[in-house]
């Protein structure tokens, strides 16, 4: 059975850096793209970062971009999100995501229901 591990949540004041790692562990055989989610009270799960084999350089959301940097480890399954300058609005519980199923090269990251694993969430406060 597959299994993502998040760790690295917590409480930060605004303007303060975070980071977040996954692993996978289990039965994955290949992961073709990696991604980080996010969802706060009221609000829709919304992908912050994610990085598919075929395109390589990750993709961010308007949201985040120029604050959080995400950084993947093909071989050790392994993903990180590097936040910074974090804002009240970034609170949420975040998520590691991965998709083993085939995708095309060229294709885009997936959106959150076409990812076949998840964690179970890690939670990041941002709050004075």
């Known amino acids: 059975q597959a299994l993502l591990v998040e760790s690295g949540g917590g409480s930060v004041q605004p303007g303060g850096s975070l980071r977040l790692s996954c692993a996978a562990s289990g039965s994955i055989f290949s992961i073709n793209a990696m991604g980080w989610y996010r969802q706060a009270p009221g609000r829709q799960r919304e992908l912050v970062a994610g990085?598919?084999?075929?395109?390589?350089?990750?993709y961010y959301g308007e949201s985040v971009k120029g604050r959080f940097a995400m950084s993947r480890d093909n071989a050790k399954k392994s993903a990180v999100l590097q936040m910074n300058n974090l804002k009240p609005e970034d609170t949420a519980v975040y998520y590691c995501a991965a998709r083993e199923a085939y995708l095309p090269a060229t294709a885009t990251m997936p959106r959150g229901r076409d990812m076949d694993y998840w964690g179970k969430g890690t939670r990041v406060t941002v709050s004075s």
């Open positions: 990085i598919t084999t075929g395109e390589g350089s990750p």
